[in-house]
């Protein structure tokens, strides 16, 4: 029997802090196991699987759960687990801001005659605040067609998340939908955007972009250290959501980058970008950046193996036995997420389903190149979003 868990995530850009740094400090490492199978030009969602993961882990027990809080760096506590996870959405997810709308939603998609425990579904419903709906998965197509009228309804940008299949070797489905949406602080004239070349890391051209333009005062920071210029843009009026572009130095490839964020972390980043503001001021930058969509549709399983998790996906030796007394296990994670980003703004959308330096005077980043790019909260530096551009294509 398989358990079924779906995350749904959508974001369009038109606790403590102990906690907080809990799901921004695996956003490296599980980007870098994903692009492994992606061939580096990726996007996905890490705040979306850690979100899914922790809720795996509320139902989990015995090692099923260890593994997942040693990947996901999760508290032993559950219930700091769950009090810290309520916080930390709260904090990432449900902030004000003009020019930026961020929502989530929760959904648990249970068949007629399945029995979830009942501090299970009291934990669900109030720390998670998921609505519950009994479904008869024996009728697939119409418990597909009413799960995603309830998704829909919920406000989120997406339609048909869930397929009938889902639904015809089930017993649950747990689905979050997150909505993001927001405006650069300062927009791309579209006027300004060219064809040019994109080159790759070997400075031979692999292609053409729409290339974005524009000059302004943006925080540019050469950070030694990490062998990359990072810039920060910033959406809304208040910035409290930015994208960090990270251009590897010329001849830097990108894996070179990852292997600095061993002793790099984002809120370092966050940090030596705002003292090198304060220390010199904003000066006017030249910013070149593609205008790019990017999708992703990959298993999850090999690379959460990677960071240790396994005994989900095993029948033998999975353990959800805080959620119910049936025997279930995860068969796979699905994860979907695309990228859109132009001259307004961004728009990314996620999916996730388990059946279950020195500062030297740099004026210019042209990201003609291979690059990493991270769509954050700033408060928590936690990562929403964070993917590769590499391979160029004309949008």
Not at 90 to 110: E, M, P, Q, W, Y
Request: proline share 4%.
């Amino acid at each position: 029997m398989r358990f079924t868990v779906l995350i749904l995530l959508t974001s369009s850009c038109y606790c403590d802090v102990e906690f907080s740094e809990r799901p921004r400090n695996f956003s490296i490492e599980l980007l870098y196991h994903t692009q492994k199978q992606t061939g580096g030009h990726v996007v996905i969602s890490p705040f979306g699987i850690w979100t899914l993961m922790t809720g795996l882990a509320v139902g989990a027990t015995g090692d099923s759960f260890e593994q997942i809080r040693v990947a996901f760096i999760l508290p032993r506590s559950l219930k700091t687990v769950v009090c810290g996870s309520k916080h930390l959405t709260k904090s990432v997810l449900k902030r004000t801001s003009d020019g930026v709308s961020i929502t989530s939603k929760n959904f648990l998609f249970a068949d007629d005659d399945f029995l979830l425990k009942p501090a299970f579904k009291q934990t669900i419903t109030e720390d998670f605040d998921a609505t519950v709906k009994v479904l008869d998965f024996k009728d697939s197509n119409e418990a597909a067609a009413k799960a995603n009228n309830f998704i829909q309804n919920s406000g989120a940008r997406v339609t048909n998340v869930l397929t009938s299949e889902d639904f015809e070797q089930s017993r649950m489905i747990l689905t979050n939908v997150i909505t993001f949406k927001g405006l650069w602080t300062s927009p791309f004239n579209a006027s300004h955007t060219t064809l040019e070349y994109f080159y790759n890391e070997n400075k031979e051209v692999i292609g053409e972009v729409n290339m974005m333009h524009q000059k302004g005062e943006f925080p540019l920071s050469n950070i030694i250290d990490l062998k990359s210029f990072v810039c920060e843009l910033t959406y809304g009026t208040d910035a409290a959501y930015s994208m960090l572009v990270i251009l590897p130095h010329p001849g830097v490839k990108v894996e070179d980058v990852y292997k600095k964020f061993e002793n790099i972390t984002i809120p370092d980043i966050i940090a030596r970008l705002q003292n090198d503001e304060k220390e010199y001021g904003l000066d006017e930058v030249e910013i070149k950046l593609p205008r790019f969509k990017i999708s992703t549709n990959i298993v999850m399983n090999r690379p959460l193996n990677d960071m240790g998790v396994y005994d989900i996906f095993d029948p033998e030796y999975a353990s959800f036995s805080r959620a119910t007394n049936e025997s279930i296990y995860v068969s796979a994670i699905v994860h979907k997420a695309d990228i859109e980003v132009s001259e307004t703004g961004t728009v990314a959308s996620a999916v996730s389903t388990a059946y279950l330096s020195n500062r030297f005077g740099t004026t210019k980043l042209i990201a003609d190149r291979p690059f990493l790019y991270f769509i954050i909260e700033k408060s928590t530096a936690t990562v929403i979003f964070a993917g590769i551009y590499s391979k160029p294509s004309l949008y």
